[in-house]
Structure formats: structure tokens, C-alpha cells
């Protein structure tokens, strides 16, 4: 079994910063690309950021400037550093792994986190 944690979302004010982390645990042999999607109230889930093992990124182009993912390999860890937020960032924040269990097959596997909520309002 394979559990992505998130921690970090929260209250904040228009142009304040978060930073979210979500921590991946159980048989893990390793771990693809790792990643950052939202679900606001009525919407569908869209992609934030995602990061590959080797390094390359995407970003929403909306939050292009404003937010850098980044990741501990070591630590099977991902972070969203949030900047200069808006009203319109608030949404759900969902932690994603493509993880591999095992060498022998080397087929990767979708896992998502339990979300946490990020609220941007005065």
C-alpha cells in the first residue's frame, strides 16, 4: 500500500505565500512524476504543477511566476511553494504520485493524496 500525505493549506490573505508538502509512504521502490492538482467548488480537477524524476516541470499558466514545485527524492516528498495568491487559488490542493512498487515489473501507479483545502480571502 502506498499513502501521500499533505499538510500545509490553510487561510490566507490575498498576495500572502503557503507552502504545501506531501510525503509518500509504504512499498515504494520508487517514484516517477509527482505533482499538484486543484478542484475548486463546481470545477474540475486541473493540473498545478508536476515535477519528473529527472527535473522537468509543468505549470498551470496561471500560476506560472507565482508557484515552484519542488521535490526531496530521498524523502519521497513533494512541496508547492505558493506565492503571491489570489482569491481565484482557492480550491482543494490534491498531492499526486506515479509510483513504482516493484523492479521486476516496473509498472508505475497512480496514487493520490486526501486533499487539503487553501482559502485565499480578506
Known amino acids: 500500500q502506498v499513502q501521500l500525505v499533505e499538510s500545509g493549506g490553510g487561510l490566507v490573505q490575498p498576495g500572502g505565500s503557503l507552502r504545501l508538502s506531501c510525503a509518500a509512504s509504504?512499498?515504494?521502490?520508487?517514484?516517477?512524476?509527482m505533482g499538484w492538482y486543484r478542484q475548486a467548488p463546481g470545477k474540475q480537477r486541473e493540473l498545478v504543477a508536476r515535477?519528473?524524476?529527472?527535473?522537468?516541470?509543468n505549470y498551470a499558466d496561471s500560476v506560472k511566476g507565482r508557484f515552484t514545485i519542488s521535490r526531496d527524492n530521498a524523502k519521497n516528498t513533494v512541496y508547492l511553494q505558493m506565492n503571491s495568491l489570489k482569491p481565484e487559488d482557492t480550491a482543494v490542493y490534491y498531492c499526486?504520485?506515479?509510483?513504482?512498487?516493484?523492479?521486476?515489473?516496473?509498472?508505475?501507479?497512480?496514487?493520490w493524496g486526501q486533499g487539503t483545502q487553501v482559502t485565499v480571502s480578506s
Open positions: 499526486h504520485a506515479e509510483v513504482v512498487l516493484d523492479a521486476h515489473s516496473g509498472n508505475a501507479y497512480s496514487y
Open positions: 509504504g512499498s515504494i521502490f520508487s517514484i516517477n512524476t
Open positions: 515535477l519528473t524524476t529527472g527535473g522537468s516541470t
